[in-house]
């Protein structure tokens, strides 16, 4: 068999690399291990700008349809139990009203939450029905590659028959224990395993003690919710209000806990402190927690994504989110190197850009789990392993006096703290590139007015997002983002930059990659109806911005140039290898 593309793993990672190939033409064949996809929830959390990549391939809506919005995503509680005592609640995943505007202004998309058992799904059908081909049990075995390709030994997991595939390159987005990392030795910094964790899926109707309080998220702690997991104990919803995952560490220095259905129903009550709910207990597993990242994501035609190439605990949600835009980042430069429009060097850009990602984090996830430890100080439950004490402690902070106002300043600070799991915005949004596939204009990269982790900044910088502006287009009010994307650049000017559409339809022509051009500006193709891109563009009237096909700024120019062709001609060459 033989393809342009294989894909090991039908995790997040691997389904969107072959629905962004499959949509940009690219032949792939996918494979995976299992029967079918997850069985499990998992990731949940599905940030802003992974909706505005599935917006750009058209399924943004399948994911809302099956999705929590926003607005229940967001009174998160830290408390004794559900039944008994709120510590305190914090406005999370840009509920806040004034952190809302932030969310708003930065992008067409909302942040939304669907457990991947429903994610997986939509991907899987975006990508066969534009043509990938998926073999479910079918397992990788190894590979070898040359100077035109790899050659991969798989085997059918039904039948038992070893065969092989030959494609031009190879994508491993095969998990946290990728064999084709290990199989083409990238190198890792970093540690697994340090500490483990328990998830509990159960059915259970939680809605008295949630549904006045709508959050995905509901932390619990009490007399061993420090102890390995993710922080504290956990109340996960996966569907409003029955269906939960309940998460609890444990020591990783002893053996595996073994629980069977009532020992796993007497951790759920617990943490819902109230014996009377019936609780059904659908499934039990471990797992643990990773601080681990590749700092090279590929070898030769050999690419990792995902998890394969960093390994975090689930804080912040950024897992999937992450292996999503891995994936987003690859396709578009695999399309134009299978193409023949551009030079191999482009692909060297993946890495570049990408490790630098996959790091950071690798480090937020694991920090945001440190930043649990002054809730626990605050309430006074570190010093002490009785839980009579503990419970002292905690009440301590109801006194009238100064120490238990201190107390309560304490846990006020550590519980805004938690805005940097919660409320990351700049860590969502803010990721700039720095590679050959991106031009620099000359320009210092603009300073951070605010706390770069958790706003996001916008700029049109090379290498930044793409700033999003709602204008008007064809009589309707669209994004730029909708008018990016779509495995094409785009090139946006406005009044004076008529120069630049001939330049870039030139530059199109010369190099057989799509370029369009919009004009934004009064009389022009595209309005500028509130003046944001105006505000948000960094550039003059004449000037131009250069987008790439996955939304980040590739070039640009402030004013329009003496020879317009010439200056992005040797723009778009530069990015595309071809210089
Ligand atoms: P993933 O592990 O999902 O998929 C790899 C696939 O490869 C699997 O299907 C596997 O069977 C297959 N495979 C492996 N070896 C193979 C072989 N040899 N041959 C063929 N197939 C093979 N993230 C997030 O963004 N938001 C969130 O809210 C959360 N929450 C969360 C909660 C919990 C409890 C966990 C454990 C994790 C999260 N995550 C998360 C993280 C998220 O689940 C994780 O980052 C993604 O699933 C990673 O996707 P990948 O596709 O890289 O790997």
Redesign the pocket.
């Known amino acids: 068999m033989e393809t342009d593309v294989l894909i090991?793993?039908?995790?997040?990672?691997?389904l969107a690399a072959a629905l962004f190939l499959s949509e940009y033409g690219v032949e792939n064949v996918l494979?995976?291990?299992?029967g079918w996809?997850?069985n499990t929830p998992?990731?949940?959390?599905?940030n802003q700008r992974t909706m505005e990549i599935l917006r750009d391939v058209g399924l943004e809506r399948d994911v809302i349809e099956k999705g929590v919005p926003q607005e229940l995503m967001g009174d998160t509680v830290f408390c004794a139990s559900l039944a008994g005592e709120e510590l305190a609640r914090l406005h999370t995943w840009g509920t806040h009203p004034l952190r809302k505007a932030d969310y708003d202004l930065a992008s067409p998309s909302r942040h939304c939450d669907i457990p991947?058992t429903l994610m997986e799904p939509i991907l899987l059908g975006g990508a066969a029905s534009r043509g990938t081909k998926v073999r479910f049990d079918?397992?990788?075995?190894s590979l070898e590659q040359d100077e035109s390709g790899v050659t991969a030994t798989v085997r059918d997991r039904l039948d038992g028959r070893t065969y092989e595939i030959r494609a031009r390159y190879l994508i491993g987005?095969?998990?946290?224990?990728?064999?084709v990392a290990a199989d083409i030795s990238l190198p890792m910094e970093g540690q697994m395993g340090i500490a483990g964790s328990m998830?509990i899926v159960v059915k259970a109707d939680l809605t008295q003690y949630v549904a006045h309080r709508p959050s995905v998220l509901y932390w619990v702690l009490q007399p061993g919710s420090d102890i390995g997991g993710i922080g504290m104990g956990l109340v996960r919803m996966v569907r409003t209000w029955d269906e939960w995952?309940i998460?609890w560490g444990y020591d990783i220095n002893d053996d595996p806990p073994e629980l069977d259905d009532r020992q796993a129903v007497e951790i759920v009550h617990n943490l819902i402190g109230d014996d009377t709910v019936p609780v059904e207990v659908q499934s039990f597993s471990l797992?643990t927690n990773n601080r681990a990242y590749m700092t090279r994501y590929s070898e030769g035609r050999v690419f990792c994504?995902?998890?394969?190439c960093h390994r975090h605990p689930?804080s912040n949600?950024?897992?999937?989110?992450?292996?999503i835009a891995d994936s987003h980042n690859l396709a578009w430069k695999l399309a134009l190197v299978l193409k023949g429009k551009a030079g191999p060097s482009l692909l060297e850009t993946y890495d570049a850009e990408r490790a630098p990602i996959g790091r950071q984090i690798v480090e937020r996830a694991n920090k945001s789990i440190e930043e649990f430890g002054p809730i626990f100080e605050a309430l006074g439950l570190l010093d002490t392993t009785d839980p009579d004490v503990m419970l002292a402690n905690m009440e301590a902070r109801k006194e009238n006096t100064p120490e238990a106002r201190d107390q309560r300043e304490k846990l006020r600070k550590a519980i805004e703290g938690k805005n940097y799991e919660f409320n990351a915005h700049g860590v969502e949004l803010g990721q700039r590139y720095r590679s050959s596939a991106v031009v620099p204009d000359g320009t210092d990269e603009p300073a951070f007015t605010r706390d770069p982790e958790l706003y996001y900044h916008p700029t049109t910088w090379p290498g930044a997002r793409l700033p999003h502006a709602w204008v008007g287009h064809e009589g309707r009010k669209v994004s730029t983002h909708d008018l990016a994307g779509k495995g094409r650049f785009v090139l946006f000017t406005g009044i004076g930059g008529e120069a630049w559409r001939e330049a870039a339809l030139e530059t199109s022509r010369r190099t057989g990659v799509e370029i369009a051009c919009y004009e934004i500006g009064p009389g022009r193709e595209v309005l500028d109806l509130y003046d944001d891109w105006a505000r948000l563009s960094e550039i003059e009237d004449s000037g131009c911005v250069l987008v790439r096909p996955d939304a980040h700024v590739a070039w640009r120019r402030r004013t329009a140039a003496g020879d317009c062709t010439q200056e992005l001609g040797r723009a778009v060459d530069g990015i595309l290898g071809l210089a």
Request: glycine fraction near 18%; charged fraction near 15%; proline fraction near 4%.
């Open positions: 090991v793993g039908a995790g997040p990672a691997g494979l995976e291990k299992y996809l997850a998992r990731a949940h959390i599905t991947q079918t397992e990788y075995l987005a095969d998990g946290g224990r990728s064999k998830n995952l998460l797992w994504m995902g998890d394969a689930p949600g950024l897992g999937s989110n992450t292996s």
